[in-house]
């Protein structure tokens, strides 16, 4: 699903990302390692499309729509409630029974009691919970998350445990963290940035 | 193009919806334009000619719009949700036109106001300067939008944003200044048509390449 070869970005003389190798079976779950400033977020912002590498080949085989992307930022509007975020991406991802769906993800991360409130309001678990609905909305082939653990106290996690579960047959997942062993049990592949 | 303008309703609703709630840029357009009205007023001296004050009312209008575009992509970039827009398969420059059409929504609705306020500190307002009026906006929101997403990108946008928009509203100025009080006020409309049409559709054409790296 992703093949790269010599991947290299470059920030003017700094170098986000240092030739890299990889690939990304269908239905592979590939984790991501390595300290602070290896290129991780880099890794990942140049495979969903929102940065072009420097040099290197980079082959991603899905379209834009079936991608999903969970990064540093949850992505959603701070003034707007977890309802009409989810359906403005809705729209967007042109997903059919937008209105369930939103509802039954809001559901599963534990969110329906709080969809009429502001997402400025949010806790940051909350936020993260709802980034999750976010990328998940449209059920994506490519699933792509940056720290998804980040900000989730345990109920959180256990959810977001469950929701990879879940998808683990029908996606392929690329995730960066730094908690690897969190996710052995569905890892197939690892990738350690220096 | 069903789906197309169902992005672009969506994203303009979006935009409508953030400012009714935070209420961040149009009572500051509405204050800005009137607040120069009224030193104009005291500025220019008593029995100058109504060609100065339409003048000065191109003057208001261009800064009024460039005040609101200085905050049109701020949600974005304070919440990174660019990214988020860029990653949707919506055709991108969906993006430029929801924006474009909220922020000419709102100086429009500054105009409507800064309208009435002209007439009454100033001379009255004939439907040759309203409609010159309503042509330019489109032209100024066109650009401007595009020049925002610019220098939302860059350390410098309040500083970028003026230098790119000013020299680029010159013909908007030529042709509404022209279009009001002008006697060949048709060829300065034209004018002003004709600029709405280029300028719209470069910034369509380019606004994948403004907002992807």
Redesign the interface.
Known sequence: MIRARGLEKRYGESRGLRGVDFELLRNGFLVVTGPNGSGKTTLLRLC?????PTSGELAVEV???R?G?L??????????TAL?NLD??G????VPERRERIGMLLERFDLWDARHA?VGAYSRGMLQRLALC?TFLHDPALIVLDEPYDGLDDAGASLLDRELADRRIDAAFLVATHEPERLDPHTTARLSLA | MIRYLADVRALARKDLTLELRARDTLPAMLLFVLSTLVVFHFVLPAHASSLAAKGLLWVAIVFTALLGLSRAFAAEREQGMIDGLVLAPSDRSAIWVGKATAMLAFLVLAEIVALPAFALFFSGIDARTVGAVALADVGLCSVGTLLAAMATASRARELLLPLLFLPLAIPIVVGGVGASVSAHAAKYAGLLALYDVVFALLAWASFEYVVTE
Request: glycine share 10%; aromatic share 14%.
């Open positions: 969903v499309g929102l940065a072009a379209e834009r729509g991608i992307y990064g540093h930022e949850p992505l959603v509007y701070r003034e707007l009409e403005l991406y729209r967007l991802y042109r502001r976010r």
